[in-house]
């Protein structure tokens, strides 16, 4: 059964700080994905990472994916405020069914 | 790009009443519908994989009889919730893929639900 675990659960961090969050996943899959929530709303949609040592940018986020240690990273860079939101990780199982496991999520609080 | 529309956004229903959530794609063909629930402060629940014109795949621990899917259509899959208790109250969640494999899923706004 595949198990997602992401830390820290929760993050306080003051502007212009860098910090990463950690995606650990218990069994092999092809693709993994990153979502930021806001309170109360669906989900966005982040990155999309289908091979190891992908790595994609954008802004201030960067996320990585080691396939072989079955981790991923989202590194925030330089953060700011409008960055506070909850992650989430998200491992493909069910081969061709895009059936997606979700980690426990991370709040992120950027305090200015 | 890809859209999924959740209807309605929020409810609020009499406890044993039932409630229908509808999750459409709105400018693709859904294969695949996914349900998720997920509670205040918690990580999203895969409930159960709705596929088109077939029975909906569910995970342990759901009730089938109580969280009845129908995915009649290429767009449309709904999920009603019988006989709603408190212990219902959740924000619900459905995704859509566009085809099979990776790729991008593409979710819903969402629904929460309270029951009184």
């Known amino acids: 059964e595949l198990k997602v675990e992401q830390n820290p659960l929760f993050l306080s961090m003051q502007e212009g700080k860098n910090y990463t969050i950690y995606c650990n996943y218990s069994?092999?899959?092809?693709?993994l994905y990153w979502y930021r929530q806001d309170p109360g709303k669906s989900l966005e949609s982040l990155f999309v990472?289908?091979?190891?040592?992908a790595v994609k940018q954008e802004g201030r986020l960067m996320a990585s994916l080691d396939t072989k240690a079955r981790l991923s990273t989202l590194h925030i860079t330089a953060a700011v405020h409008d960055l506070s939101a909850t992650y989430f990780c998200?491992?493909?199982?069910?081969?061709?069914?895009?059936?997606?496991?979700f980690g426990t999520g991370t709040l992120l609080a950027v305090q200015p | 790009g890809a859209v999924v529309s959740q209807h309605p956004s929020w409810v609020i229903c009499k406890s044993g009443t039932s409630v229908k959530i509808e999750c459409r794609s709105l400018?693709?063909?859904?294969?695949?519908m996914f349900w998720y629930r997920q509670f205040p402060k918690q990580s999203l629940m895969l409930m159960a994989t709705?596929?088109?014109?077939?029975?909906?795949?569910?995970e342990q621990g759901v009730e089938k009889d109580k969280f009845l899917i129908n995915h009649a259509s290429l767009t449309l899959s709904t999920l009603t919730v019988t006989s709603a208790h408190p212990e219902d109250s959740s924000f619900y969640i459905c995704?859509?893929?566009?085809?099979?494999?990776?790729?991008?899923?593409?979710f819903g706004s969402g629904t929460q639900l309270s029951v009184l």
């Open positions: 995704s859509a893929t566009r085809g099979q494999g990776g790729g991008k899923l593409f």
């Open positions: 069994t092999t899959s092809d693709r």
């Open positions: 990472l289908l091979s190891n040592g």
């Open positions: 998200a491992v493909g199982s069910g081969g061709a069914t895009n059936k997606l496991i």
């Open positions: 400018d693709f063909q859904a294969t695949t």
């Open positions: 709705s596929n088109e014109g077939s029975k909906a795949t569910y």
